[in-house]
T-cell receptor, first 115, second 113 residues
Framework: GNSVTQMEGPVTLSEEAFLTINCTYT??????LFWYVQYPGEGLQLLLK?????DKGSNKGFEATYRKETTSFHLEKGSVQVSDSAVYFC??????????????FGQGTTLQVKP | DAGVIQSPRHEVTEMGQEVTLRCKPI?????LFWYRQTMMRGLELLIY????????DSGMPEDRFSAKMPNASFSTLKIQPSEPRDSAVYFC???????????FGPGTRLTVL
């Protein structure tokens, strides 16, 4: 079936370090891929998305490239800040030949950035 | 638009009491989702509606949980009777289509004593 797998957390980094959070997926058809972020005490909000293979989504210094050959959508940032501390969720949708299917979320990865 | 609105933000109740959580989706969105988030189980989809009609309630944990959407601008999630294991953060989200970006509310933190 359709699923998303994220690397387990927590991920603890020092400020200005490079960040990678791995996400791989299994899906039928050609899904769209999303990264959501949840800051403490808040709901999830969309960080970036990519709708087809080789697309790169980017926002707030974060990037992720849709890799169909490796079924991956890893999240990266060159220099993290303390304010990036949050839980990050990978998600997929629009899978299947009819482009339907509700979003499926990964289990979330907690990022802690220390000054 | 004010985004998805949820109330209350915090709810503390005693075991056995009825709890009602409320949600106002973004105007024009045809889909509404209820999620539950806990440390142990992560983010779980409980139920979703399309044009006010429940489509998939397979995530509702048991008969104590019920959800309604009487009109396009309002939905409720009710727990009766509540139990301590229902303690969690409950999120409402809405979207224009089933597979597009979902917009989440701030959540209701429920504590059942």
């Amino acid at each position: 079936g359709n699923s998303v797998t994220q690397m387990e957390g927590p991920v603890t980094l020092s400020e200005e370090a490079f960040l990678t959070i791995n996400c791989t997926y299994t899906a039928t058809g050609y899904p769209s891929l999303f990264w959501y972020v949840q800051y403490p005490g808040e709901g999830l909000q969309l960080l970036l998305k990519a709708t087809k293979a080789d697309d790169k989504g980017s926002n707030k210094g974060f990037e992720a490239t849709y890799r169909k050959e490796t079924t991956s959508f890893h999240l990266e940032k060159g220099s993290v800040q303390v304010s990036d501390s949050a839980v990050y969720f990978c998600a997929l949708g629009r899978f299947g030949s009819s482009n339907t299917g509700k979003l499926i979320f990964g289990q979330g990865t907690t990022l802690q950035v220390k000054p | 638009d004010a985004g998805v609105i949820q109330s209350p933000r915090h709810e503390v109740t005693e075991m056995g009491q009825e709890v009602t959580l409320r949600c106002k989706p973004i105007s024009g969105h045809d889909y509404l989702f209820w999620y539950r988030q806990t440390m142990m189980r992560g983010l779980e989809l409980l139920i979703y509606f399309n044009n006010n009609v429940p489509i998939d309630d397979s995530g509702m944990p048991e008969d104590r949980f019920s959800a309604k959407m009487p009109n396009a601008s309002f939905s409720t999630l009710k727990i009766q009777p509540s139990e301590p294991r229902d303690s969690a953060v409950y999120f409402c989200a809405s979207s224009a289509t089933l597979s597009d970006e979902q917009f989440f509310g701030p959540g209701t933190r429920l504590t059942v004593l």
